[in-house]
């Protein structure tokens, strides 16, 4: 059944931010629904509406705009006895879409693209890399003054990085890199949390300097509020001589702060508090409830559903013993 411009808008204004209120009045979310639909038939994006159960800081429950991926990763029905599950975590930006993010990302590329780059396009159908090319957008419109926006653009070291743009007349070079396995490794290791110096491996030889005396800017989605291990993996990056400037780290599922946490000399944090859009308040007051799925810490993969409950049958049996 296709979907209609007031269904979408309906959905939209039905997320909340952590005063309770919606994250988007009655025409941001009409207006985000009529782009949803023109941008998902121009890509070929097949949208499939989902209600996420969410609950706002008072507990009060109601359904998060979200829409379906179909990434097996995420499936526990597709894991097998014994086989691992790649993710411990689920919730709308990580096992599925969070429907204000694409929304979002659509308005962005309106306002900054005059046409989807072709790799950017085949990447938003694909569902293993749908949320990271959306993370990519996303990034483009936390900077003011944007122009000459050019995707992929090869460098003097004969790499790529996602995005070369002048900002406020400040040339820059961006990658973006969406940290979703940190909810792995957070959890228990396999060597991908922020314990680890592969957290920035794949940052290493990735820029060079080149002639427009650009800022090389190495932008990071996580899923964890900042703490002691991220600061000292960033500090780890910038002293380790790679021409990186700074290291902008936005965490979508923060507890404490909504803020954008940047590493950088203090010369270049100034340069970047002048060209850094203010954080919206969508952004901002977003609430998500994620689910923590069971995990076998030895085995380090998801524990499956067989595997719960035979868990609790055998501490329901224990327990039946021992009266």
Not at 182 to 196: F, Q, T
Not at 214 to 243: K, M, W
């Amino acid at each position: 059944m296709p979907l209609d411009v007031p269904e979408i808008a309906q959905r939209l204004s039905c997320a909340l931010g952590a005063d309770e209120r919606p994250l988007l009045t009655q025409d941001e979310a009409t207006r985000r629904a009529e782009i949803i639909i023109e941008e998902t038939q121009l890509i070929g994006f097949n949208l499939q509406l989902l209600h996420w159960k969410n609950a706002t800081l008072a507990g009060r429950i109601y359904p998060y705009p979200a829409y379906e991926l179909n990434d097996p990763r995420y499936d526990l029905n597709a894991t097998g006895p014994g086989e691992k599950g790649q993710f411990a975590i689920n919730g709308p930006g990580i096992s599925c879409g969070d429907l204000l993010k694409l929304g979002r990302a659509f308005e962005i590329k309106r306002n900054i693209l005059p046409q989807w780059p072709a790799e950017l396009k085949k990447q938003l159908r694909d569902p293993q890399q749908h949320l990271d090319a959306l993370e990519e957008i996303l990034w483009l419109g936390r900077f003011l003054g944007l122009q000459t926006v050019r995707p992929k653009r090869v460098q003097p070291n004969g790499k790529d990085v996602d995005w070369t743009l002048s900002a406020c007349s400040q040339p820059l070079q961006i990658e973006v890199k969406n940290r979703r396995k940190e909810c792995v490794g957070m959890i228990d290791g396999a060597n991908r949390g922020r314990d680890y110096p592969s957290w920035y491996e794949d940052l290493r030889g990735k820029f060079s300097r080149d002639d427009q005396a650009s800022l090389n800017i190495a932008c990071v989605t996580t899923y964890f509020d900042p703490d002691h291990a991220l600061a000292q993996r960033a500090n780890e990056l910038l002293e380790s001589g790679e021409p990186i400037d700074a290291l902008i780290v936005w965490s979508y599922f923060t507890q404490c702060s909504n803020a954008l946490t940047i590493f950088a000399a203090p010369s270049v944090r100034t340069i970047l508090s002048q060209i850094l859009a203010p954080v919206r308040r969508e952004d901002e007051m977003k609430v998500i409830l994620l689910k923590h799925l069971q995990r076998n810490t030895e085995e380090q993969r998801v524990v499956t559903i067989e595997e719960g409950i035979a868990k609790v049958m055998e501490t329901f049996n224990k327990d039946d013993r021992a009266r």
